[in-house]
C-alpha cells in the first residue's frame, strides 16, 4: 500500500490532458462515427459543442447586486378580488416577496385574471396590503381596458404612502400586447402621443421607474427562438425610448422608466446565456444612445410554452431547472408558473409549491450569493456571445423595417417566428425535443389534478381595432400529444374502455424488450393503451393472443434477427386472426416489401412522426 504522499507524487506524474488528447478518446467510442454527432444545434443555428474550456478573460455581466437575492414574485390571477386578496396576504405571510397582478383578457392572462382595473376593485384587491412594507407589486395591465397603473398609484397616494418608498412596477406593455392581439385601434404612431402622456403624467406624481416594460414573452410564447425573443425584446425597449423622449421625458430619465422581461424555461443554458446576453445588448443600445450603460431590470417568468397537462407534476421539475438558470442568469424578479396553470386555475398547494420552488433554491442553495457565476465558462459565454450577435443582427432587421410595429404589420417578425415554431413541431413529433409525460414515458392511468372550479375566460375580440396583421398566439408545445390524449379519454368514458394495441413480441425477453417498451411508450404517449407483451415463437400461439385480446390492431417487436425469421409467418398470422393494421418496430429495412406483402401496414421507429402515425391509427380503430 502506497502513503499518501506517494499517491500525490505519483498523480502528479502524470501530464495535463489537452483538447487532442480527449479528442482521440472520443474517437475511440465513437468507432468511425463522426465527431458532428456529438454537436447540438440551437433552434438559431448556432452548434453546441460537447465541451467547452474556460473562458480566459471575461467578466462578470453586472446585473444584480452580489449576494443579493432576486424577488420571489408570486402570480395572482383569480377573478373572485375577495380570494384574490386572501391570496396576496397568504403569499405575502408565507415567503413571495412580491405580486403580480395579471388581468382578464391580458396577454398573459391564461383564461383568468382580475375582471377590471376599476379603484372599486383594487381597493378591494389590496385590503390589507402595506404598500412601503417592502413588498414588490408588478401590474400587466391591459391596453384599452381601464388605466391599472393611474388607479393603484391614486391608491397608493390616499394611503399617504411616499412613492418613492414604494416598489411598484407598472409594466405598461403596449407593443407586446398588440403583438399578441394582432391588431390596434391605431397606428402606433398615432398611440405614442398618449402613451409617453400616461408615463408622462405618473413620473409627475413620484412614479418614476419602471413604468414601462419590453416583454419578449409573446415570442417564447409563440415558439419562437431565444434570440428571436432578445431582438424582440431590445427593439420593442428602442421604440419606447424613442416615444418617451419625443413625449418629452430626457433620455435618462426615459430609460430609469423601463425594465425588460424574458421567459425562462427547460433549457438550463440558453436561459441564463440569454439573460446575460440582454443585459449587454442593451448596454450597447445605452451606448448608442449616448448613455453610460447601467444595469437593467429584467423580470423571468417560468415559460408557458413548456407547460404540459398530462403528467403535470413534472413541471415541477421544468420550473425548478428554468428557475434556477434564470437566477444564475442574474434576473431580478422571477414569477413561476404554477404546475398546473395549463389545466385550470391553480389552487392553494400548486400556488405554494410555485412559491417554495424558489424559497428552497434561494434559502437552501444559496444561489444569489455569487454575481454572475456562469461568468468564464467556456459554454455559458459561447452561448452568450452567440446570442448577441445573432440578437443583434435581427434587431436590426426590425430596425430597418421600421420599427417593432411597421414589423409586425409586415409580418417580419411573425415569418421568422412561425418557421422556429415549425421546427420546434417537428423535433416534437419526431421525439427529438422530449416532453416528459406527454411525448415519452405517459402514465394513462394518472390521477386527475385538482384545479380551482373556476372556468375559463375567452379572449375578448377588439372591435375597434383598425389595423390588423398575424397574431403572436400562445402555445404550448404538448398541444398534438394532448389532444390525442383527449380522444382517448372521451372513448373511455363513452365505450368503457380506450384504445388499444397488442404487442406482438416474437422471441424472448432478450429479443423483444427493448422494442416494446419503445413501443408502448410510442401508442401511449397518443392514449392508445399498449397490452399483451407475452413473447412467443410460434405464429398461430401469437394470433391466439391477439385475436384474445381484442385489439384490432398490433405491432410486432423483437431484434432484426428475430424479425428475419419469424416476422413474416407472425404479420400473416396475425392478417388472418383479423388484425386491421400491423405495425412493425423499427425500420424494414432489406425486409420491407417482403413484409409489407406479408401484410405489415406501417413502421414506428425513432424520428417518425408520432402524432401522424398515432392519428392515422385512430382512423384504422373507427
Not at 370 to 386: F, H, M, Q, R, Y
Not at 599 to 605: E, H, T, W
Request: with cysteine; net charge neutral; aromatic share 6%.
Amino acid at each position: 500500500m502506497t502513503s499518501v504522499t506517494e499517491d500525490l507524487r505519483l498523480a502528479a506524474e502524470f501530464a495535463p490532458a489537452s483538447r487532442d488528447d480527449w479528442r482521440k478518446l472520443v474517437d475511440g467510442v465513437l468507432k468511425g462515427a463522426p465527431f458532428e454527432k456529438l454537436v447540438g444545434k440551437t433552434y438559431d443555428g448556432f452548434s453546441i459543442q460537447p465541451v467547452y474550456t474556460r473562458a480566459k478573460g471575461a467578466s462578470p455581466v453586472t446585473g444584480r447586486a452580489a449576494a443579493a437575492p432576486w424577488l420571489i414574485m408570486q402570480r395572482v390571477d383569480h377573478p373572485d378580488v375577495a380570494k384574490a386578496n386572501a391570496q396576496i396576504l397568504t403569499d405575502l405571510e408565507n415567503g413571495a416577496t412580491g405580486i403580480e397582478l395579471d388581468f382578464q383578457n391580458g396577454p398573459g392572462a391564461r383564461g383568468f385574471g382580475i375582471p377590471d382595473a376599476e379603484p372599486a376593485t383594487l381597493q378591494r384587491l389590496f385590503a390589507g396590503v402595506v404598500f412601503d412594507a417592502g413588498i414588490s407589486i408588478a401590474l400587466n395591465p391591459v391596453l384599452g381596458r381601464g388605466n391599472a397603473g393611474e388607479a393603484v398609484a391614486s391608491l397608493i397616494e390616499a394611503q399617504h404612502v411616499d412613492p418613492a418608498k414604494v416598489d411598484l412596477r407598472i409594466n405598461y406593455q403596449a407593443l407586446s400586447t398588440l403583438a399578441v392581439r394582432g391588431s390596434a385601434a391605431a397606428p402606433w404612431s398615432e398611440m405614442e402621443g398618449g402613451f409617453a402622456k400616461v408615463v408622462r403624467g405618473l413620473k409627475d406624481r413620484g412614479f418614476s421607474r419602471h413604468l414601462v416594460l419590453a416583454d419578449g414573452r409573446p415570442i417564447h410564447d409563440a415558439g419562437g427562438s431565444e434570440a428571436q425573443e432578445l431582438a424582440f425584446a431590445i427593439a420593442s425597449g428602442l421604440a419606447y425610448l424613442r416615444t418617451l423622449e419625443a413625449g418629452g421625458i430626457p433620455l435618462d430619465e426615459a430609460r430609469a422608466a423601463l425594465s425588460f422581461r424574458l421567459c425562462a424555461d427547460a433549457d438550463q443554458f440558453l436561459t441564463s446565456a440569454k439573460f446575460r446576453a440582454l443585459r449587454l445588448l442593451w448596454a450597447r443600445i445605452e451606448a448608442a444612445c449616448g448613455l453610460a450603460p447601467e444595469p437593467i431590470f429584467i423580470a423571468a417568468e417560468t415559460a408557458w410554452r413548456m407547460l404540459t397537462q398530462r403528467d403535470p407534476y413534472v413541471n415541477m421539475l421544468r420550473a425548478t431547472v428554468a428557475t434556477f438558470a434564470a437566477g444564475i442568469g442574474g434576473a431580478n424578479a422571477i414569477t413561476v408558473l404554477p404546475h398546473t396553470l395549463a389545466l385550470g386555475l391553480p389552487d392553494a398547494f400548486a400556488r405554494r409549491v410555485a412559491r417554495n420552488t424558489q424559497l428552497i433554491l434561494l434559502e437552501e442553495s444559496n444561489l444569489a450569493k455569487v454575481a454572475d457565476p456562469a461568468a468564464g465558462s467556456g459554454g455559458i459565454e459561447a452561448l452568450t456571445k452567440e446570442l448577441c450577435e445573432t440578437a443583434w443582427a435581427q434587431f436590426q432587421e426590425i430596425e430597418k423595417a421600421g420599427g417593432v410595429f411597421a414589423a409586425l404589420q409586415a409580418g417580419l417578425i411573425q415569418g421568422k417566428v412561425a418557421a422556429t415554431r415549425q421546427a420546434r413541431a417537428a423535433n416534437i413529433a419526431k421525439r427529438r425535443d422530449v416532453l416528459t409525460g406527454a411525448s415519452e414515458f405517459p402514465n394513462l392511468a394518472e390521477a386527475d389534478v385538482a384545479v380551482e372550479a373556476v372556468t375559463p375566460i375567452a379572449a375578448a375580440t377588439n372591435d375597434l381595432a383598425k389595423v390588423t396583421f398575424e397574431p403572436l398566439a400562445p402555445i404550448r408545445l404538448a398541444e398534438p400529444f394532448e389532444r390525442l390524449r383527449d380522444r382517448s379519454d372521451g372513448l373511455l368514458k363513452s365505450k368503457g374502455k380506450r384504445p388499444s394495441v397488442f404487442l406482438a413480441n416474437l422471441g424472448t425477453p432478450a429479443d423483444f424488450t427493448a422494442r416494446a417498451t419503445f413501443t408502448k411508450s410510442f401508442f401511449e404517449a397518443g392514449g392508445i393503451a399498449a397490452i399483451g407483451g407475452e413473447g412467443a415463437s410460434d405464429a398461430s400461439a401469437l394470433a391466439a393472443a391477439c385475436k384474445a385480446s381484442g385489439a384490432t390492431l398490433a405491432c410486432l417487436c423483437s431484434s432484426d434477427k428475430v424479425y428475419a425469421e419469424m416476422a413474416v409467418p407472425a404479420a400473416k398470422a396475425l392478417k388472418g386472426a383479423g388484425v386491421r393494421h400491423i405495425y412493425l418496430a423499427g425500420r424494414g429495412g432489406e425486409q420491407e416489401a417482403a413484409l409489407r406483402g406479408a401484410g405489415v401496414d406501417g413502421f414506428i421507429f425513432a424520428g417518425c412522426d408520432a402524432p401522424k402515425t398515432l392519428e392515422d391509427a385512430y382512423t384504422f380503430l373507427e
